[in-house]
């Protein structure tokens, strides 16, 4: 297993911003995609943005041109800075990474324990 430390939720008015930021706590010996999700209770977790080992980003619809995910590969740390937060992003957002703990194990699915931000307006 692979803790993912994920920190920066909180409550914030509607139009400000937001970092979140998320932190293997362990040895890890490989990391492929890594991204966040978000979900709002009682619907489905959806993709918010992901970002590949060379840097190569995806983002939903909805926050393109508002949200930016980055990483830093020397650190396995993953960021995702949020700005112009509308209510309807309120969600409990989740760190995900696709890697491996050792050479030898398979490439898995790690979640981080989620982290809420309240956008109000």
């Known amino acids: 297993q692979v803790p993912l430390v994920e920190s920066g939720g909180g409550s914030v008015e509607a139009g400000g911003s937001l970092r979140l930021s998320c932190a293997t706590s362990?040895?890890?010996?490989?990391?492929?995609?890594m991204g966040w999700y978000r979900q709002v209770a009682g619907k489905q977790r959806e993709l918010v943005a992901s970002?590949?080992?060379?840097?190569?980003?995806n983002a939903a619809n909805s926050v393109k041109g508002r949200f930016t995910i980055s990483r830093d590969n020397a650190e396995n740390t993953m960021y995702l800075q949020m700005n112009s937060l509308k209510p309807e992003d309120t969600a409990v957002y989740f760190c995900?990474?696709?890697?491996?703990?050792?050479?030898?194990?398979?490439?898995?699915?790690?979640w981080g324990q989620g982290t809420q931000v309240t956008v109000f307006s």
């Open positions: 970002i590949a080992p060379g840097g190569r980003t």
């Open positions: 995900y990474l696709y890697g491996k703990v050792t050479r030898d194990s398979p490439w898995s699915d790690y």
């Open positions: 362990g040895n890890i010996f490989g990391i492929n995609v």
